[in-house]
């Protein structure tokens, strides 16, 4: 089994760290973490250890306190990354231009875009930061931010079966089955619940069968194996060819559509089925 590992030493965050010093000159930046489910945790905290590794100091806030008038500002915002700009949910784009309103500068750390929300109005002048590498001079690239978290060796794993983590919300593929032995883990929390236990959660299993991309990172953080299966919107594929499949062998991207294994897997079969016919 491969032990836990990270990409907390790559040039992109060496990089990523070198904009942020340069755009705050020096000074506290305000950040924004992301407010999604459990998986998103991972991020947010990959996000906590890099500021801490980079000496950059920071706040950090919630969305809801950006229009506080009593609240002192730094004069540039961090804007925490992940899957929020994409149709299935807008609320980032916005909460974008509202952060662009009141901050000298603002930065979104490394996302997913669609490129149809990046022509709204009012983001001309906020730096964007890809997850993905994308033909666009304009936004850099650099790892999801959950790729710089240092995790412990989890050791063996304690369970003999996979576990099954297929989402049941709108971002899902209409391809993506829901099995009877189905767990969506991310949605037992939010992003502000402990990354460390998500982690710990997923490495008892041997195997992870997922289209949560987070469970996925998590999986190859811990060293355990996991097929990766898109979304509705390929942000996984975009994840996977830029930082997943030349760093973490045991996380293999699958296509939807003839594949046995995941049958095998899953089972064709749902619970009730006699034992026996007549």
């Not at 924004?32 to 100091?57: C, K, M, V």
Request: glycine letters at 10%.
């Amino acid at each position: 089994m491969t032990n836990a590992t990270s990409l907390r030493h790559s040039s992109e965050f060496e990089r990523l760290a070198e904009t942020v010093r340069a755009q705050a000159g020096g000074e506290p930046v305000d950040f924004y973490a992301s407010p999604g489910n459990w998986g998103d945790s991972l991020l947010n905290e990959g996000t906590r250890q890099f500021f801490d590794h980079f000496g950059i100091t920071y706040r950090e806030r919630r969305r809801a306190d950006l229009h506080d008038n009593g609240m002192a500002r730094a004069s540039m915002a961090l804007i925490g990354g992940g899957g929020g700009w994409n149709r299935n949910w807008t609320s980032t784009p916005v909460f974008t231009v509202e952060v662009c309103q009141v901050y000298a500068s603002a930065l979104v750390l490394p996302s997913t875009y669609d490129p149809a929300l990046l022509a709204r109005d009012g983001l001309d002048e906020v730096t964007l930061v890809s997850r993905a590498r994308i033909d666009d001079d304009t936004i850099m690239f650099c790892h999801d931010m959950a790729f710089f978290l240092d995790p412990v060796d989890p050791g063996p794993p304690t369970v003999p079966f996979p576990l099954l983590a297929f989402r049941r919300d709108k971002e899902r593929s209409r391809h993506a089955p829901n099995p009877d032995r189905n767990w969506d883990l991310s949605l037992l929390g939010t992003a502000d619940h402990g990354a460390q236990q998500f982690l710990e959660l997923v490495s008892r299993f041997p195997q992870v069968y997922t289209d949560r991309l987070h469970v996925a990172i998590a999986a190859g953080l811990m060293g355990r194996e996991a097929f990766l299966f898109d979304g509705n919107y390929g942000k996984n594929a975009g994840v996977h060819s830029a930082s997943i499949l030349d760093n973490f062998p045991t996380v293999h991207l699958v296509h939807w559509g003839g594949n046995g294994q995941l049958d095998d897997v899953i089972g064709m079969k749902p619970i009730g089925i006699p034992g026996y016919e007549d």
